[in-house]
């Protein structure tokens, strides 16, 4: 553990800076709640902690924001690791058609199975994590039966669920398409929403200096 920590270099801003960047763009606009995976917990208990603190010493200025977590608070990438851009293992919102269909394919699933007639073990098979957040419930439901005795196939299992995310997705696509068709748009919605963002960062500012005196 000890080798771990000094193999990092924890002396550099960025330990410190990069957490209370993010805190910033939290706490500075008031935000109640913070979308997020559990992944990133620890990241908004920080921020918890850095708004309870400013308020303690100075002034109450900050609400502390909750973690909003969703019935599926963590999805791996499609080789079973975090999914993360630089792993290169994401399934991404603007996937479709044959790209989605092969990422699917390609997913790590229950790795003490290895042939369709040996039963397996959902609880460990990302594909099944997947069916619980795209799937219906009796979908999940059949498939976490049939999985368990060798009554469906890993290829089957993941057809289904390239289908249910397309078919998900599919007024997410819609909405891209659209957007991308008309840039005009995307340039409004961005202006008003810096322009109400900018204003209540001000106004925080505003608070923050008053309470701190500056
Ligand atoms: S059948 Fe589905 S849930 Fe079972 S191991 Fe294969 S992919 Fe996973």
Not at 75 to 94: A, E, P, T, V
Not at 200 to 210: C, G, H, L, N, Y
């Amino acid at each position: 553990m000890q080798a771990e920590l000094t193999s990092k270099d924890l002396s550099t801003f960025g330990f410190l800076g990069y957490p209370v960047l993010q805190a910033a763009d939290i706490i500075m606009y008031k935000a109640y709640g913070v979308p997020v995976g559990v992944d990133q917990l620890p990241h908004v208990e920080l921020t918890r902690e850095i708004a309870r603190r400013f308020n303690f010493l100075y002034k109450e200025v900050f609400p502390v924001p909750e973690p909003l977590l969703t019935s599926v608070p963590k999805l791996l990438g499609i080789d079973g690791r975090k999914m993360s851009k630089s792993y290169d293992n994401s399934i991404y919102l603007s996937d479709r058609g044959k790209e989605l269909h092969q990422k699917v394919a390609a997913m790590f699933t229950d790795p003490q199975r290895m042939r369709k007639k040996d039963p397996g073990n959902p609880e460990i098979c990302n594909v099944f994590t997947f069916h619980g957040l795209y799937s219906p419930k009796e979908t999940v439901a059949e498939i976490n039966k049939a999985c368990r005795v060798a009554g469906i196939g890993c290829i089957e299992c993941k057809k289904m669920l390239a289908a249910r995310i397309e078919e998900a997705l599919a007024p997410v696509h819609e909405r891209m398409d659209y957007y991308l068709s008309h840039l005009q748009d995307i340039h409004y919605i961005f202006s008003v929403g810096n322009g109400r963002a900018t204003k209540i960062a001000r106004r925080t500012m505003e608070e923050v200096r008053e309470a701190v005196k500056v």
